[in-house]
Nanobody, 125 residues
Framework: QVQLVESGGGLVQAGGSLTLSCEVSGNFYRVDDMAWHRQAPGKQRELVARISYGEFPLYVDSVKGRFTIDRHDADNTASLQMKMTILKPEDTAIYYC?????????????????WGQGTQVTVSS
C-alpha cells in the first residue's frame, strides 16, 4: 500500500519562509509526476507546482520566483520538497502532495493518482 505523508506546514508572518516535505512510501515500481496543490478557504483546489522525473519543474504564475520544488527518488521511496519564500497572506491554504505512483504486475503497469492528507499553511499579515 502506498502512502504520501506531508510535513512542514505552520504559521508564519508575511515575508517569511516555510519548507513543505512529502514522503512517498510503500511497494511501487516508480513515481512519475509529483506535484503540490493547495486549497484556500472558499476556493477550488489549484495546482501550485509540478515536477516530472528528469524534467524541469513548472509553477503557477503566482508563486514563480518565490517557491522552489525538488524531488529525490530511490528504491521504493520518493520525496518531494517545496521551499516557499516571501510568503504572502494569499498563500494561506491547505497544501496537498500529489503523485502519480506506478505499480507493476508482470509486464503491466498501473497508475495510481495518490494524495496526501494535506498540511495547513497560514501566513499572517
Amino acid at each position: 500500500q502506498v502512502q504520501l505523508v506531508e510535513s512542514g506546514g505552520g504559521l508564519v508572518q508575511a515575508g517569511g519562509s516555510l519548507t513543505l516535505s512529502c514522503e512517498v512510501s510503500g511497494n511501487f515500481y516508480r513515481v512519475d509526476d509529483m506535484a503540490w496543490h493547495r486549497q484556500a478557504p472558499g476556493k477550488q483546489r489549484e495546482l501550485v507546482a509540478r515536477i516530472s522525473y528528469g524534467e524541469f519543474p513548472l509553477y503557477v504564475d503566482s508563486v514563480k520566483g518565490r517557491f522552489t520544488i525538488d524531488r529525490h527518488d530511490a528504491d521504493n521511496t520518493a520525496s518531494l520538497q517545496m521551499k516557499m519564500t516571501i510568503l504572502k497572506p494569499e498563500d494561506t491554504a491547505i497544501y496537498y502532495c500529489n503523485a502519480d505512483v506506478v505499480t507493476r504486475i508482470g509486464d503491466s503497469v498501473f497508475h495510481h493518482d495518490s494524495w496526501g492528507q494535506g498540511t495547513q499553511v497560514t501566513v499572517s499579515s
